[in-house]
């Protein structure tokens, strides 16, 4: 039985329309550090704490490669006294917001994708947070874009949930399950940023965005790109973690601390991870007879300009060039999940019929996800 071929036909990005400057970031950082100073300069005197240390934009530039991120609410991380976002809380009867990013980047996917609410079987939501359990976003997704028939559900594999989520989709429209489905990253990146940590609170920015896949007998769009092939990796580790979840009220004690929200080892992931993803995307290419020289483009997942560049030269054997591994991160930060489609919608139109690149993500777990491409 002929394998059916499947395309990704369109792709969306919303962004929000405030962002933050390492040097606005800093400035908002370093207040809350004398504050917290002044306030416990007897218990920092006597030992009993340790006084936080300042921060600066020169070092979270050259730690990450990121110059400014996008959130949805400015003002609240920017307060010293609050240092997280302030988004209130919807009535039922209104759209989420989750939902409503979501809505934004599908509809845009569409009309890249030259399709409607009606062509669409099902809305898999893949992020690293959901804004709730239940009922599913996808579910209120699917309401809200006007969809009158088919399916979804939400999946979390951390930053590797698009990855995860193209495998998923492919592997139901081979299966004749579906005919057109939309993977959907809404991440709110920094609803689980501690903004009061001077290692973490400039990695995460907030942005949505959406993928159209189809069985490529029935697309139509001018950019479509064959999928190759998908391959997952996980393996577990504690060196990203994020322990929130239903049962912290079980537990009073537990409630508001500090491994609630996002935490890493960041150089044990450097080192555990790179290797481990540039393996993956070569041993990805050999089982379908493609040479890493063979590749045009890298879009890989932008948590980090430094491990980006090593996943490069492993893979490629020497440099990278930023064509061949296009870096959107100084600009948008870490997305989670959603970084390697972004680089992916803003550099892939540029290449011509047949030429080939690897959309790869990795993270939280650690979980890595290759999807190998083919420009039709």
């Known amino acids: ?22 040097e606005e ?18 218990a920092i005197a006597a030992g009993e704490l340790d006084a936080l240390q300042p921060s600066s934009a020169e070092f979270i530039e050259k730690a990450s490669g990121i110059k400014q991120r996008y959130v949805l609410n400015k003002s609240g991380v920017l307060d010293p006294q609050r240092l997280a976002p302030s988004i209130p809380e919807r009535s039922d009867d209104e759209i989420s917001v989750q939902a409503e990013i979501a809505v934004k980047a599908i509809q845009q996917a569409l009309e890249n994708a030259g399709r409607t609410p009606e062509d669409v079987d099902a809305i898999l939501v893949a ?13 209120e997704i699917q309401h809200y874009l006007g969809m009158t028939r088919g399916w979804g559900y939400d999946m979390n594999v951390a930053c590797s949930s698009a990855t995860f989520g193209l495998q998923a989709a492919v592997d139901s429209l081979r299966s004749g399950s579906s005919q057109c489905i939309v993977v959907v990253n809404p991440e709110i990146c ?21 993928m159209v896949l189809e069985l490529e007998d029935n697309a139509s769009s001018d950019n479509q790109w064959r999928v190759l092939g998908t391959k997952l990796a996980t393996q577990f580790s504690n060196n990203i973690r994020n322990n929130f979840g239903f049962l912290n009220r079980a537990d009073e004690s537990g409630i508001g601390a500090r491994d609630k929200l996002f935490r890493q080892e960041g150089r044990k992931v450097f080192r555990e991870v790179c290797p481990m993803v540039a393996k993956q995307i070569s041993t990805h290419l050999g089982e379908l007879d493609i040479e890493a020289k063979d590749l045009s483009r890298m879009w890989l997942h932008q948590a980090n300009l430094a491990m980006n560049q090593f996943i ?12 061949e591994a296009p870096v959107i991160l100084d600009e948008y930060a870490n997305t989670s999940s959603a970084g390697s489609v972004i680089a992916f919608h803003k550099h892939n139109q540029d290449l011509n019929k047949g030429d080939r690149g690897v959309i790869c993500s990795f993270g939280a777990g650690y979980s890595i996800g290759s999807v190998i491409v083919e420009k039709v």
Request: hydrophobic content about 40%.
């Open 25 to 42: 970031l800093v400035a908002s950082f370093n207040r809350y550090v004398e504050q917290f100073n002044e306030a416990n300069a007897e």
């Open 127 to 139: 992020c690293s947070n959901m804004q709730r359990p239940y009922p599913a976003m996808a579910v």
């Open 190 to 210: 920094s609803g689980h940023l501690a903004w009061e940590d001077r290692d973490c609170h400039f990695i995460f920015g907030d942005v949505a965005t959406a």
């Open 312 to 323: 490069a030269r492993r893979v490629l054997g020497r440099e990278a060039t930023t064509e």
């Open 1 to 22: 039985m002929t394998k059916q071929q499947v395309v990704i036909s369109g792709t969306g990005l919303w962004t929000p329309t405030e962002s933050i400057t390492n």
